[in-house]
């Protein structure tokens, strides 16, 4: 999940018409809206947080859930280099500001090397198997880059999303512990979009569309340098080891130029909304302006296969709370008892070289149509 800014500045100053890439560009006229209630003016976790058990560089990538009024926020822990030490831990509290760290679920194996494909582990989804009666936890693990064959040693290489089930059944069992359960999504193979690059996978989460199981998975090309995207892939069960990919969605069009970590939630209106990391670009909305460090992005699905080009979402709107200079990543949209959403985000704080974690509410309005 490393974010190159030099490879991004670098596709920013092409023209534009190097910049289409070929994508279906749905109109972002879907008439859901995104409006912030409320802001917090500090991370709700950050470097002064207790218990951070060595934790040095913060948080990235992770997802929300409230199971009977406790928040449990499974979350990657940078313990040690920014984007390069990970493991993924487990978070509570009882009001999305409190937070007490439960332990660690999953952690990567030292020893960063292209012959160590745990080198890095990146939390992806929480999910309860109805069928299996267990919460199964998805996450990316990434090898490093070997040098000899011209690859960047600091860079993330064939990335796999894997499956850990909780061996405690039934939705207590959330706090795990987890057992390992093999792959979920392996990068290549026949059906391969030629955008899917040389870090496999970045982004896998599943999520249910009637009787079948819907996937939004992630990728990248390192060299040639080319845009994160993602696309749609479809299986029969949670448990499937082979995606089929949606061709006429590889890649999506919810993003030209950078798109990471959707999460998805259903809406009381029967669609689809995802929130990810759009790395601050916003589309040509002329009612939202790109507005750096201070944004997430948003889309909508009717049908959970085909997306809407994205909008933007700032989550830091005044002087008071714009604590981040550098806002990375959403949570996950959280439903609450009054119809509002709790999210969480993570960000680089101004004055300290700690990514931690934001909270917002907000609350789901609808367009007036055209």
């Known amino acids: 999940m490393t974010k190159a800014v030099l490879t991004l500045v670098a596709l920013l100053t092409l023209p534009a018409s190097a910049q289409n890439y070929g994508l279906d560009r749905r109109d972002d006229g879907f008439r859901e809206r995104l409006e ?57 509290s009882s009001d999305a500001i409190r937070w007490t ?10 020893g960063r090397s292209p012959q160590n494909p745990f080198s890095e ?70 059906d391969a979009a030629m955008w899917e690059g040389q870090q496999g996978l970045d982004s896998f989460f599943p999520y249910k569309v009637g009787n079948k199981w819907v996937t939004l998975h992630g990728s990248h090309n390192h060299f040639p340098v080319a845009p994160w995207q993602v696309g749609v892939a479809t299986a029969p069960s949670l448990t499937s080891s082979v995606w089929k990919r949606v061709p006429s969605e590889q890649p999506s069009p919810m993003e030209g130029l950078f798109i990471e970590n959707p ?28 507005k750096p460090y201070n944004s997430v992005g ?11 080009q994205g909008r933007s979402l700032v989550v830091q709107s005044s002087e008071a709370s714009n604590w981040a200079s550098d806002l990375r990543t959403p949570l996950g949209l959280v439903p609450e008892q009054d119809g509002t959403y709790t999210l969480l985000y993570t960000a680089r704080m101004k004055d300290r070289p700690f990514w931690g974690i934001g909270r917002v509410r907000v609350k789901l309005t609808m367009a007036s149509p055209e």
């Open 121 to 190: 582990v990146w939390m992806q989804a929480m999910i309860f198997d109805d069928k299996a009666d267990r919460w199964t936890l998805f996450y990316i693990a990434y090898r490093g880059g070997n040098s000899a064959r011209g690859e960047a040693s600091n860079m993330d290489y064939e990335g796999i999303a894997r499956r850990a089930v909780s061996q405690v059944p039934g939705r207590k069992g959330i706090g795990g512990p987890f057992k390992d359960a093999g792959v979920a999504m392996a990068p290549g193979g026949r």
């Open 36 to 92: 912030v209630i409320q802001e917090s003016q500090a991370p709700v976790i950050g470097p002064d947080q207790i218990d951070l058990s060595g934790n040095k560089s913060g948080f990235e990538t992770g997802v929300t859930l409230k199971i009977d009024g406790t928040y449990h926020l499974f979350i990657g822990e940078m313990f040690g280099r920014p984007h390069l030490d990970l493991r993924i831990a487990h978070w509570t």
């Open 101 to 110: 760290r439960q332990g660690t679920v999953l952690e990567s194996k030292p």
């Open 263 to 290: 999460i998805v939630n259903r809406l009381p209106n029967g669609n689809y909304i995802a929130v990810y990391d759009n790395n601050h670009f916003a589309p040509n909305q002329p009612d939202i302006a790109a």
């Open 298 to 308: 948003y889309s909508i699905s009717k049908d959970g296969i085909r997306w809407h």
